[in-house]
């Protein structure tokens, strides 16, 4: 059973910088997605940034949505079994709830772009981190 846990939410004015932390417990996959999902009041769970990690290769690939590029960053400390989410400048329309997620992959190669815009892909959720920014 995957247990994911998110923490590191909080209330930062514009331009602010805040760090979300998954831990994934028996996460014993050999290829594996993860991935950061946001969902403000109203609107769809959208996917913010994904990794692909397999244990064989040191090549994680990563993909991001055009409205974080160049201001988000995800990674993996895969030795302590934690995805990470470093937001930088930070704007209100960043402002919703932050979820983790994984699931299995049989291969690499997916189009990472596809499985992060499928929330409904992904069978493991965490319990959600609150992130608000001030104008």
């Known amino acids: 059973q995957v247990v994911l846990v998110e923490s590191g939410g909080g209330s930062v004015q514009a331009g602010g910088s805040l760090r979300l932390s998954c831990a994934a417990s028996s996460l014993t996959w050999d290829t594996y997605i993860m991935g950061w999902f946001r969902q403000a009041p109203g609107k769809e769970r959208e996917g913010v940034a994904v990794l692909e990690h397999d244990v064989y290769e040191n090549d994680d690939r990563t993909n991001y949505a055009d409205p974080v590029k160049g201001r988000f960053t995800i990674s993996r400390d895969n030795e302590n079994g934690i995805l990470y989410l470093q937001m930088d400048s930070l704007k209100p329309e960043d402002t919703a709830i932050y979820y983790c997620?994984?699931?299995?992959?049989?291969?690499?190669?997916?189009?990472?772009?596809?499985?992060?815009?499928?929330?409904?892909?992904?069978?493991?959720w965490g319990q959600g981190t609150q992130v608000t920014v001030s104008s």
């Open positions: 997620a994984a699931e299995s992959l049989w291969v690499r190669g997916y189009d990472l772009s596809v499985l992060r815009g499928r929330p409904a892909f992904f069978g493991h």
